[in-house]
Protein backbone atom coordinates (compact mmCIF):
# COMPACT_ATOMS: atom_id res chain seq x y z
CA UNK A 1 0.00 0.00 0.00
CA UNK A 2 1.26 3.67 -1.18
CA UNK A 3 2.47 5.61 1.95
CA UNK A 4 0.01 8.98 2.50
CA UNK A 5 1.58 11.85 1.04
CA UNK A 6 1.74 14.83 3.10
CA UNK A 7 3.36 18.56 2.13
CA UNK A 8 4.37 20.73 5.14
CA UNK A 9 5.33 24.82 4.37
CA UNK A 10 7.44 26.20 6.54
CA UNK A 11 9.04 22.46 7.35
CA UNK A 12 12.04 23.98 8.68
CA UNK A 13 10.19 25.89 11.62
CA UNK A 14 9.16 25.17 15.40
CA UNK A 15 5.41 23.81 14.41
CA UNK A 16 6.73 22.17 10.96
CA UNK A 17 9.64 19.79 12.59
CA UNK A 18 7.55 18.71 15.00
CA UNK A 19 4.95 17.72 13.08
CA UNK A 20 6.85 15.92 10.63
CA UNK A 21 7.72 13.99 13.07
CA UNK A 22 4.55 12.91 13.80
CA UNK A 23 3.73 12.33 9.97
CA UNK A 24 6.55 10.04 9.38
CA UNK A 25 5.60 7.88 12.71
CA UNK A 26 2.22 7.68 11.19
CA UNK A 27 3.73 6.60 8.03
CA UNK A 28 2.95 9.25 5.93
CA UNK A 29 5.65 10.34 2.85
CA UNK A 30 6.44 13.97 4.33
CA UNK A 31 7.34 16.35 1.81
CA UNK A 32 8.62 20.13 3.21
CA UNK A 33 8.49 23.44 1.06
CA UNK A 34 11.48 25.46 1.28
CA UNK A 35 12.42 28.61 0.23
CA UNK A 36 15.47 28.92 -2.03
CA UNK A 37 18.23 30.42 -0.03
CA UNK A 38 22.19 30.67 -0.53
CA UNK A 39 22.60 29.34 2.95
CA UNK A 40 20.18 25.94 4.40
CA UNK A 41 18.77 27.09 7.72
CA UNK A 42 17.54 23.26 8.62
CA UNK A 43 18.71 22.83 11.79
CA UNK A 44 15.08 22.16 13.45
CA UNK A 45 15.04 18.79 10.92
CA UNK A 46 18.51 17.69 10.44
CA UNK A 47 17.73 14.96 12.58
CA UNK A 48 15.15 14.02 9.73
CA UNK A 49 17.66 14.18 6.72
CA UNK A 50 16.67 11.64 4.12
CA UNK A 51 13.53 10.97 5.92
CA UNK A 52 12.08 14.43 4.64
CA UNK A 53 11.95 15.45 0.59
CA UNK A 54 12.34 18.58 0.14
CA UNK A 55 10.88 20.71 -2.52
CA UNK A 56 11.76 24.86 -3.41
CA UNK A 57 8.61 26.83 -3.51
CA UNK A 58 7.20 30.10 -2.24
CA UNK A 59 4.12 31.60 -1.30
CA UNK A 60 5.00 34.75 -3.14
CA UNK A 61 4.79 32.50 -6.47
CA UNK A 62 1.42 31.15 -7.49
CA UNK A 63 3.05 28.87 -10.31
CA UNK A 64 5.57 27.20 -7.77
CA UNK A 65 2.64 25.47 -5.75
CA UNK A 66 0.78 24.98 -8.42
CA UNK A 67 4.17 23.18 -9.61
CA UNK A 68 4.49 21.49 -6.71
CA UNK A 69 1.24 20.27 -5.54
CA UNK A 70 1.16 18.90 -9.18
CA UNK A 71 4.28 16.81 -8.64
CA UNK A 72 3.68 15.77 -5.17
CA UNK A 73 -0.11 15.32 -5.30
CA UNK A 74 -0.45 15.17 -1.66
CA UNK A 75 -3.21 13.83 0.21
CA UNK A 76 -3.03 16.47 2.77
CA UNK A 77 -1.22 20.01 3.04
CA UNK A 78 -0.82 21.95 6.32
CA UNK A 79 0.45 25.96 5.46
CA UNK A 80 2.53 26.68 8.40
CA UNK A 81 4.58 29.26 6.81
CA UNK A 82 4.34 32.63 7.29
CA UNK A 83 5.84 35.68 8.97
CA UNK A 84 5.52 34.87 12.19
CA UNK A 85 7.14 37.27 14.43
CA UNK A 86 4.40 39.94 16.03
CA UNK A 87 7.47 42.82 16.09
CA UNK A 88 8.85 42.23 12.62
CA UNK A 89 5.20 42.92 11.37
CA UNK A 90 5.47 46.23 12.27
CA UNK A 91 8.50 46.98 10.72
CA UNK A 92 7.45 44.55 7.66
CA UNK A 93 3.76 45.29 7.03
CA UNK A 94 3.55 45.09 3.72
CA UNK A 95 6.03 41.90 3.59
CA UNK A 96 4.12 40.00 6.14
CA UNK A 97 0.55 40.49 4.59
CA UNK A 98 1.74 39.14 1.81
CA UNK A 99 3.31 35.80 2.85
CA UNK A 100 0.80 35.17 6.09
CA UNK A 101 -2.52 36.56 4.25
CA UNK A 102 -2.22 36.27 0.37
CA UNK A 103 -0.10 33.72 0.26
CA UNK A 104 -2.70 31.38 1.86
CA UNK A 105 -4.70 32.61 -0.80
CA UNK A 106 -2.51 31.09 -3.26
CA UNK A 107 -2.12 27.59 -1.60
CA UNK A 108 -5.76 27.48 -1.23
CA UNK A 109 -5.79 28.34 -5.17
CA UNK A 110 -3.25 25.99 -6.07
CA UNK A 111 -5.25 22.80 -4.43
CA UNK A 112 -8.59 24.05 -6.09
CA UNK A 113 -6.66 23.87 -9.47
CA UNK A 114 -4.77 20.97 -9.07
CA UNK A 115 -6.84 18.32 -6.57
CA UNK A 116 -9.56 20.08 -4.99
CA UNK A 117 -9.68 16.69 -2.90
CA UNK A 118 -6.71 17.69 -1.00
CA UNK A 119 -7.52 18.25 2.86
CA UNK A 120 -6.12 21.43 3.60
CA UNK A 121 -4.94 23.01 7.41
CA UNK A 122 -4.13 26.65 8.13
CA UNK A 123 -2.30 27.64 10.96
CA UNK A 124 -4.76 30.19 12.04
CA UNK A 125 -3.27 32.26 15.80
CA UNK A 126 -4.71 33.11 19.05
CA UNK A 127 -3.20 37.16 17.59
CA UNK A 128 -5.99 37.39 16.08
CA UNK A 129 -8.72 38.02 19.24
CA UNK A 130 -5.44 40.74 19.59
CA UNK A 131 -8.13 43.27 21.99
CA UNK A 132 -10.16 40.68 23.62
CA UNK A 133 -13.92 40.66 23.63
CA UNK A 134 -14.50 38.12 25.92
CA UNK A 135 -12.58 35.40 27.67
CA UNK A 136 -11.91 32.74 27.38
CA UNK A 137 -11.56 32.82 24.10
CA UNK A 138 -13.56 30.07 21.94
CA UNK A 139 -14.37 29.81 18.03
CA UNK A 140 -17.08 32.47 18.09
CA UNK A 141 -15.37 35.01 19.74
CA UNK A 142 -15.13 38.01 17.22
CA UNK A 143 -11.73 39.36 16.01
CA UNK A 144 -10.00 42.26 17.50
CA UNK A 145 -6.15 41.88 15.94
CA UNK A 146 -3.81 44.20 17.39
CA UNK A 147 -0.58 43.96 14.94
CA UNK A 148 -0.42 43.91 11.08
CA UNK A 149 0.70 40.13 11.71
CA UNK A 150 -3.18 39.62 13.37
CA UNK A 151 -4.91 41.11 11.15
CA UNK A 152 -2.80 38.73 8.20
CA UNK A 153 -3.38 35.95 9.82
CA UNK A 154 -7.37 36.92 10.77
CA UNK A 155 -7.31 37.35 6.74
CA UNK A 156 -5.97 33.91 6.57
CA UNK A 157 -8.35 32.46 8.50
CA UNK A 158 -11.29 33.97 6.61
CA UNK A 159 -10.03 33.01 2.96
CA UNK A 160 -10.13 29.82 4.35
CA UNK A 161 -13.61 29.60 5.68
CA UNK A 162 -14.29 31.14 2.20
CA UNK A 163 -13.13 28.75 0.08
CA UNK A 164 -14.47 25.94 2.22
CA UNK A 165 -18.01 27.48 1.70
CA UNK A 166 -17.87 28.38 -1.94
CA UNK A 167 -15.87 25.78 -3.32
CA UNK A 168 -16.16 22.72 -0.60
CA UNK A 169 -12.88 22.33 0.00
CA UNK A 170 -11.70 20.29 3.07
CA UNK A 171 -10.03 23.15 4.40
CA UNK A 172 -10.04 23.46 8.24
CA UNK A 173 -7.77 26.44 10.76
CA UNK A 174 -6.13 25.75 14.07
CA UNK A 175 -6.67 28.98 16.26
CA UNK A 176 -3.72 27.93 18.14
CA UNK A 177 -2.86 29.71 21.06
CA UNK A 178 0.95 30.01 22.04
CA UNK A 179 3.11 27.39 21.76
CA UNK A 180 6.70 26.87 22.69
CA UNK A 181 9.35 24.03 22.37
CA UNK A 182 13.45 24.38 22.43
CA UNK A 183 12.89 24.66 19.18
CA UNK A 184 11.53 28.03 19.90
CA UNK A 185 12.38 30.69 17.68
CA UNK A 186 15.62 32.81 19.48
CA UNK A 187 13.35 36.15 19.15
CA UNK A 188 9.94 34.86 21.05
CA UNK A 189 9.97 35.66 24.65
CA UNK A 190 9.89 32.39 25.81
CA UNK A 191 12.96 31.39 24.08
CA UNK A 192 14.63 34.70 24.78
CA UNK A 193 14.25 33.96 28.58
CA UNK A 194 15.67 30.52 29.00
CA UNK A 195 18.60 30.79 26.42
CA UNK A 196 19.46 34.34 29.14
CA UNK A 197 18.89 32.19 31.92
CA UNK A 198 20.78 29.40 30.78
CA UNK A 199 23.74 31.74 29.82
CA UNK A 200 23.46 33.83 33.11
CA UNK A 201 23.86 30.43 35.06
CA UNK A 202 26.79 29.55 32.98
CA UNK A 203 27.73 33.25 33.51
CA UNK A 204 27.84 33.97 29.50
CA UNK A 205 25.16 37.01 30.62
CA UNK A 206 24.31 39.20 33.46
CA UNK A 207 21.26 40.51 33.38
CA UNK A 208 17.65 39.32 31.36
CA UNK A 209 15.95 42.31 29.28
CA UNK A 210 12.52 42.04 28.77
CA UNK A 211 9.29 43.90 27.67
CA UNK A 212 6.13 43.83 29.33
CA UNK A 213 6.25 40.90 32.34
CA UNK A 214 2.90 41.50 33.36
CA UNK A 215 1.16 40.04 29.40
CA UNK A 216 -0.65 37.05 30.08
CA UNK A 217 -0.47 33.83 27.92
CA UNK A 218 -2.19 30.29 27.52
CA UNK A 219 1.03 28.67 26.77
CA UNK A 220 1.55 25.15 25.50
CA UNK A 221 4.13 22.57 24.32
CA UNK A 222 4.33 22.56 20.41
CA UNK A 223 4.51 18.66 20.12
CA UNK A 224 1.03 18.28 22.00
CA UNK A 225 -0.30 20.82 19.12
CA UNK A 226 0.83 19.24 16.00
CA UNK A 227 -1.31 16.48 16.98
CA UNK A 228 -4.14 18.59 16.63
CA UNK A 229 -3.26 19.54 13.48
CA UNK A 230 -3.54 16.17 12.16
CA UNK A 231 -6.74 15.44 14.03
CA UNK A 232 -8.28 17.85 12.53
CA UNK A 233 -7.66 16.49 8.78
CA UNK A 234 -8.73 13.33 9.68
CA UNK A 235 -12.77 14.55 10.77
CA UNK A 236 -15.15 13.37 8.19
CA UNK A 237 -16.36 17.13 8.45
CA UNK A 238 -14.10 20.31 8.17
CA UNK A 239 -14.31 23.14 10.85
CA UNK A 240 -12.41 25.12 12.86
CA UNK A 241 -10.85 24.87 16.34
CA UNK A 242 -9.44 26.46 19.25
CA UNK A 243 -6.24 24.71 20.50
CA UNK A 244 -4.43 25.67 23.73
CA UNK A 245 -4.10 24.66 27.38
CA UNK A 246 -7.22 26.20 29.34
CA UNK A 247 -4.79 27.75 31.64
CA UNK A 248 -3.27 31.40 31.43
CA UNK A 249 0.33 32.62 33.05
CA UNK A 250 1.78 35.54 32.69
CA UNK A 251 5.39 36.61 31.42
CA UNK A 252 6.36 36.87 35.09
CA UNK A 253 5.73 33.45 36.09
CA UNK A 254 7.32 31.75 32.80
CA UNK A 255 10.79 33.91 34.17
CA UNK A 256 10.01 32.80 37.93
CA UNK A 257 9.88 29.24 36.82
CA UNK A 258 12.91 29.36 34.56
CA UNK A 259 15.17 30.85 37.29
CA UNK A 260 13.80 28.48 39.98
CA UNK A 261 15.41 25.95 37.74
CA UNK A 262 18.77 26.86 37.72
CA UNK A 263 18.46 27.84 41.74
CA UNK A 264 18.44 32.24 40.87
CA UNK A 265 16.74 34.88 41.66
CA UNK A 266 15.17 36.74 39.31
CA UNK A 267 15.22 39.66 40.96
CA UNK A 268 18.42 40.18 40.57
CA UNK A 269 18.63 39.87 37.20
CA UNK A 270 15.72 40.82 35.49
CA UNK A 271 15.85 44.35 33.35
CA UNK A 272 12.86 46.14 32.03
CA UNK A 273 13.29 47.31 28.28
CA UNK A 274 10.77 49.66 27.21
CA UNK A 275 12.23 49.10 23.52
CA UNK A 276 10.56 45.57 23.82
CA UNK A 277 6.71 46.73 24.32
CA UNK A 278 4.62 46.35 21.71
CA UNK A 279 3.39 49.32 20.02
CA UNK A 280 -0.23 48.07 20.91
CA UNK A 281 0.04 45.06 23.53
CA UNK A 282 -2.10 41.72 23.87
CA UNK A 283 -2.74 41.90 27.38
CA UNK A 284 -4.50 38.78 27.42
CA UNK A 285 -5.33 35.73 25.78
CA UNK A 286 -6.95 32.31 27.36
CA UNK A 287 -8.64 29.16 25.64
CA UNK A 288 -11.41 27.94 25.69
CA UNK A 289 -10.43 24.04 23.77
CA UNK A 290 -13.85 22.83 24.70
CA UNK A 291 -14.57 21.74 21.30
CA UNK A 292 -11.44 20.48 20.27
CA UNK A 293 -11.75 18.09 23.98
CA UNK A 294 -15.01 16.99 22.35
CA UNK A 295 -14.91 16.47 18.44
CA UNK A 296 -10.94 15.58 18.00
CA UNK A 297 -10.60 14.12 21.24
CA UNK A 298 -7.57 16.22 22.25
CA UNK A 299 -6.26 17.89 25.81
CA UNK A 300 -2.76 19.69 26.02
CA UNK A 301 -0.61 17.21 28.00
CA UNK A 302 2.55 19.20 29.21
CA UNK A 303 2.14 22.09 31.84
CA UNK A 304 3.64 25.63 31.96
CA UNK A 305 6.28 24.04 34.44
CA UNK A 306 7.25 20.99 32.60
CA UNK A 307 7.66 23.36 29.73
CA UNK A 308 9.94 25.78 30.77
CA UNK A 309 12.06 23.53 32.44
CA UNK A 310 12.58 21.76 29.15
CA UNK A 311 13.51 24.77 27.38
CA UNK A 312 16.38 25.93 30.21
CA UNK A 313 17.32 22.74 30.00
CA UNK A 314 17.82 22.23 26.88
CA UNK A 315 19.26 25.78 26.25
CA UNK A 316 21.83 24.82 29.56
CA UNK A 317 23.13 21.78 27.45
CA UNK A 318 23.24 23.82 23.99
CA UNK A 319 25.01 26.73 25.87
CA UNK A 320 27.61 24.55 27.48
CA UNK A 321 28.18 22.64 24.74
CA UNK A 322 29.12 25.59 22.75
CA UNK A 323 31.40 27.63 25.34
CA UNK A 324 32.73 24.14 27.08
CA UNK A 325 31.41 26.18 30.27
CA UNK A 326 29.43 23.82 32.71
CA UNK A 327 26.93 24.88 35.65
CA UNK A 328 27.87 25.48 38.48
CA UNK A 329 28.92 28.07 41.37
CA UNK A 330 26.61 30.18 43.37
CA UNK A 331 23.05 29.25 43.29
CA UNK A 332 23.91 25.66 42.10
CA UNK A 333 21.79 22.62 43.07
Do not use: C
Not at 215 to 239: I, K, N, P, T
Not at 270 to 276: E, G, H, K, L
Not at 309 to 325: F, P, T
Amino acid sequence: MTAPAALVTGVTGQDGSYLAELLLEKGYAVHGMVRRSSTEPYERIAHLAGRVELHQADLLDQTSLLRLLDEIRPREVYNLAAQSFVPTSWSQPSLTGEFTALGVTRMLEAVRLVDPAIRFYQASSSEMFGKVRETPQNEATPFHPRSPYGVAKAYGHWITVNYRESFGLFAVSGILFNHESPRRGREFVTRHVSETVAKIKLGLASELPIGNPEARRDWGYAADYVDAMWRMLQRDEAGDYVIGTGRQHSVREFIEISFDHVGLDPDDFVRIDPRRYRPAEVDTLLADPTKAREELGWTARTSLEALARLMVESDLEAQEGASGRRRGGPGSR
